[in-house]
């Protein structure tokens, strides 16, 4: 069963996920993270998503503060998006995007492997 997020979001996500699959589809695989960072970052411009990089967000332990995390890129300022190099997803990459959105009360994470043929796409929920 698929939950279904707010329409904006859910039109916030599927552009997100067109621009990694060009982003993929241009560049192919065998990059290193920031190349395709960089290039995905490029193609959500291009499609008029405001996007910002290395967003930090606070994390917090019984109201104190106890470090700081930064997200890939910040979409929106309500889509998380972590980006991976990898074989294959790990349950670290997913619990990773999770603590995110849990530490930034964001309402969706994507997860994306560019290490793959064809980027791999994990949504992700708090």
Do not use: C, W
């Amino acid at each position: 069963m698929r939950l279904v997020l707010d329409p904006e979001i859910e039109r916030t996500t599927e552009a997100i996920i067109g621009a990694a699959f060009e982003v993929s589809h241009v560049l192919g695989n065998g990059f290193v993270e920031v190349v395709y960072k960089r290039a995905l970052l490029r193609e959500m411009e291009r499609r008029k998503l405001a996007v910002a990089e290395e967003v930090p967000f606070k994390v917090s332990y019984k109201g104190d503060p106890v470090g700081t995390f930064y997200a890939d890129i910040v979409v929106e300022k309500r889509v998380i998006v972590e980006l991976k190099v990898a074989e294959g997803f790990t349950d670290a990459h997913l619990m990773q995007v999770v603590n995110y959105l849990r530490a930034s009360g964001l309402p969706v994470g994507l997860l994306f492997n560019f290490g793959v043929p064809k980027v791999a796409v994990r949504r992700v929920l708090p």
